[in-house]
């Protein structure tokens, strides 16, 4: 029986290593998204990057979907300016008291995200005494859309506020999260690279009962934002896998 020679036995491993060696390895704070399988270069990476939400020209953000030209509210990766007591912040009335169409009574977000996007973990503030059933379990409407795909279409998501400190103005913070997105994306043959440009849309809603729900962010105070890829959810954050 022929045995393969000592230099063709050294060239076989030096190729399984070198076919192993271009497999993607995460850096700090990163994780794969997507494998495409062993030997492979062209994994999905996804990094953490916190970004904040930030009012437009006016702290009744509501005003820029009467009067396009105020602009509705976006999140850059710059925190809040500084506190309330200084000027700072901003927010949204929500609420179907009124009979009003729902797209002018909620809370809007949109922005764009260079990057692989995997995951959106998402915190905002309710200001105190405005919740009414916002209080322990309850079910808030959400839409979110990256680059037209639905990620979530205004189904309900049932979460709990979580208690902020008296610094906070006796606000509750909402915590919830959407995984998944990249196989998501993929599904639809969205581009999906570290150079991507993504445009990302958040809607947040009362729960269709007449109840006025007041969401407050950009002060250090109640900062609130979504934070992309993260590598570990906080506690009691109600996470939905969408991909």
């Known amino acids: 029986m022929n045995r393969p020679t000592r230099p063709l036995a050294a060239t076989a491993a030096l190729g399984l290593f070198a076919s192993l060696a271009v497999a993607a390895v995460p850096g700090p704070g990163c994780y794969v998204a997507l494998a495409n399988g062993p030997g492979t270069d062209d994994d999905v990476i ?60 909620e809370a809007e977000f949109d922005g764009s995200y260079t990057g692989v996007i995997d995951s959106l973990d998402v915190d905002l503030h309710i200001l105190a005494g405005t919740e009414n059933t916002l209080q322990g379990d309850t079910s808030i409407r959400v839409e979110l859309h990256v680059d037209g795909v639905p990620v979530w279409s205004g189904d309900l998501i049932n979460l709990k506020t979580n208690p902020e400190p008296a ?77």
């Open 46 to 105: 996804a990094c953490e990057q916190q970004q904040w939400f930030h009012k437009a020209t006016t702290l009744a953000t509501n005003v820029g979907f009467v009067e396009p030209s105020h602009g509705l509210a976006t999140f850059d990766t710059k925190p809040p300016a500084g506190s309330v007591t200084g000027g700072n912040g901003g927010g949204y009335v929500a609420t179907q008291a009124l009979g009003q169409d729902p797209d002018l009574v």
């Open 167 to 243: 610094s906070a103005a006796g606000s509750k913070r909402l915590d919830f999260a959407f995984t998944g997105i990249a196989q998501l994306l993929k599904t639809y043959g969205i581009a999906n690279g570290p150079d991507t440009v993504h445009q990302v849309k958040l809607e947040v809603g009362e729960h269709w009962t007449d109840n006025i729900v007041a969401f407050a962010f950009d002060t250090t105070e109640v900062p609130g934002g979504i934070g992309f890829n993260r590598v570990t959810l906080a506690p009691n954050t109600t996470v939905t896998k969408v991909g």
